[in-house]
């Protein structure tokens, strides 16, 4: 099986995490890096040893890697995406892939065209919760879809000023205001991740801000938003109901999910995660999806927080992982975001060396992120119903990579 190239646009602290494990994949020959701030991109050269880097995307797209991986600010995800497969490179982007309809149908048209392998990288995808839910509906365990309900709550207080900062520069805040509906896929895909179905219309309320950083602040922002915080109400293709909520104001944090069916659901909150079966008895679920923690955070961790890296950029694997399809290169290398970090930089390299799908394929992408680009469309117009588009599904020939 041939060994592929990946380079890297961005030299964040999430690029920093995923580096080291395709450095280490069986199936990756190489590792370059593109990034132009040059102190970002000398620390990272060093840091891991790289041996080619470059000051831009363009000199990137015109290497001989045979991948990319976006770790770019996330309103320009697509159209980087739509440039990398036109140069014949395989792409992996962080969330999200797209921030508007045009975007999601380019990027979408330009997977079927090209027939390269793309992946969203979204990590609510192997969070414990989301591969226990995902057995379990499969399973038949909650029987039919009823309701369902997640949400991705992150204050911009806890670690989203530096990240802003430091790719924007004075010019911070007229971007840290991207509307929180259009990141929605740790919410939407955390519960579509279960169910396999899409979300076919929305109703959403903008909760408008008043902080005093004046981040929200409608005048000064490019995306001229309000809302720091966003609900959305959901009609699903199965006949059940959804709701997801994308804060950034908020005291809570972390992302979470509970999922109701006819015959069971499964409740999580902070420090509870509980099966509840039809005749209302219960399972305690804290272990098996509890991930382990790491030995230790890296020396430099206070250095790294102010430069945006966050607690949950580190945790090791659950009980209910399928770890041992992990290659053994990984023993020992970074993970994070409930130890779905490995999973995520795994599925790329199989996916691009079979030449085949990974999970979160392009069809998938599209059913994560289209549901919040038109929720926020409809917060915009005081909560209107509004129907969310289908991109429709892969080739009928098409297969997927082999992952175990």
């Known amino acids: 099986m041939k060994r592929i190239k990946i380079g890297v646009l961005g030299a964040g602290s999430f690029a920093n995490r995923f580096i080291p494990l395709w450095q280490a994949h069986p199936l990756v020959e190489d590792v370059y890096l593109a990034e132009k ?20 995307y363009e000199e990137l797209l015109g290497s001989d890697a045979d991948a990319i991986g976006l770790f770019s600010q996330r309103w320009t995800h697509g159209p980087q ?17 797209a921030i508007s ?5 380019a990027l979408v048209s330009a997977v079927r065209e090209t027939g390269l392998v793309y992946m969203m990288g979204e990590t609510s995808y192997y969070l414990p919760t ?16 009823v309701y369902a309900e997640a949400g991705y709550y992150h204050d911009m207080e806890h670690g989203f000023y530096p990240p802003y900062q430091g790719s924007n520069g004075p ?14 896929s740790h919410s939407v895909g955390m519960i579509l991740a279960i169910t396999d179905a899409r979300m076919t219309h929305v109703s959403c309320l903008g909760y408008t801000d008043d902080h005093q950083d004046g981040v929200f602040d409608r005048q000064l922002s490019h995306w001229q938003n309000a809302f720091s915080n966003e609900t959305a109400l959901f009609r699903t293709s199965d006949g059940g109901m959804c709701r997801t909520n994308e804060f950034r104001r908020v005291a809570t944090g972390g992302v979470r999910c509970s999922v109701h069916g006819t015959l069971g659901a499964y409740e999580e909150q902070p420090g509870a995660k ?60 970074p993970n994070g975001h409930g130890g779905s970090h490995q999973f995520l930089a795994d599925d790329f390299a199989k996916a691009c060396a079979q030449q085949k799908l990974p999970p979160v394929h392009v069809w998938t992408a599209a059913k994560y992120c289209a549901p919040g680009i038109v929720a926020h469309q409809s917060a915009q117009q005081q909560g209107q119903m509004l129907p969310i588009p289908d991109f429709g599904a892969p080739p009928a020939d098409a297969s997927f990579a082999e992952l175990a």
Not at 37 to 56: C, F, K, N, P, W
Not at 81 to 97: E, F, N, Q, T
Not at 303 to 308: D, H, L, N, S, T
């Open 101 to 105: 309809l045009a975007e999601l149908e």
């Open 274 to 333: 509980m099966w509840i079966n039809h005749d209302r008895s219960t399972v305690d679920l804290r272990e098996p999806l509890t991930c382990g923690k790491v030995e230790r955070k890296p020396k430099d961790w206070a250095a790294q927080k102010k430069q945006g890296a966050q607690d949950d950029f580190f945790s090791g694997l659950a009980p209910v992982h399928e770890s041992d399809r992990l290659p053994d290169e990984f023993l020992g290398k």
């Open 130 to 145: 989301t591969v226990f839910c995902r057995k379990r509906f499969r399973e038949g365990a909650f029987g039919r879809f």
């Open 37 to 56: 701030l040059e102190d970002r991109r000398a620390a990272a050269v060093a840091q891991h040893g790289i041996r080619t880097s470059y000051a831009s």
């Open 171 to 184: 010019d911070w805040k007229r971007f840290a205001s991207f509307p929180p509906m259009l990141y929605p």
């Open 81 to 97: 995406a739509v440039a990398a497969l036109r140069a014949g490179k395989h792409v992996y982007s962080a969330v999200p892939a």
